[in-house]
């Protein structure tokens, strides 16, 4: 798995820790979906008032979130088709809000290292076409937060 990452923040410290949780997440939820490996993810670090600016222009929430996923192949009829090299998996983009994941991982009373690894697994599921609009999608989605974080040593 090929994982680009940008921070493009500065009201969290973000270092070579943050960054090694975010690798090892995305390459144990693509062992675990059985990804090829040549697949690749984007994944960008922001901060509150971005993340904001993203929900309200591709969701209408004009509300700070702590996550969106941007799956290349959930494309809109308005946007175009992206030519990738032969045999690469490009899943998409995940954006995290680093300011919320610290928020919330004072709130849930556990590490910024566990959060930031729990939204990228939430977010990775999501482009994996994973979701928790019904009670059963819910449960799935949720056992498999639950195993990709016990492998990872990042439980609660």
């Known amino acids: ?18 960054q090694k949780i975010i690798i090892n997440v995305a390459d144990t939820v693509a062992k675990i979906a059985g990804l090829q490996k040549d697949s690749e993810l984007s994944v960008l670090i922001v901060d509150n008032a971005y993340i904001q600016e993203l929900n309200f222009i591709y969701r209408s929430q004009n509300q700070v ?36 994941a610290l928020e919330q991982s004072q709130e849930f009373g556990h590490s910024l290292e566990r959060e930031l690894g729990y939204l990228l697994a939430h977010g990775m599921l999501h482009l994996l076409g994973y979701d928790h609009e019904s009670e059963d999608e819910r449960k799935v989605m949720r056992d498999l937060e639950k195993k990709i974080m016990d492998k990872v040593k990042l439980e609660r």
């Open 65 to 100: 979130t702590d996550v969106l996923s941007f799956a290349m192949n959930e494309l809109s009829e308005d946007e175009p088709d992206c030519l990738s090299p032969e045999n690469t998996n490009i899943l998409g983009d995940i954006v995290i809000s680093l300011e919320q």
């Open 1 to 18: 798995m090929d994982t680009m990452i940008i921070n493009q923040q500065s009201k969290v410290p973000y270092n070579r820790d943050l």
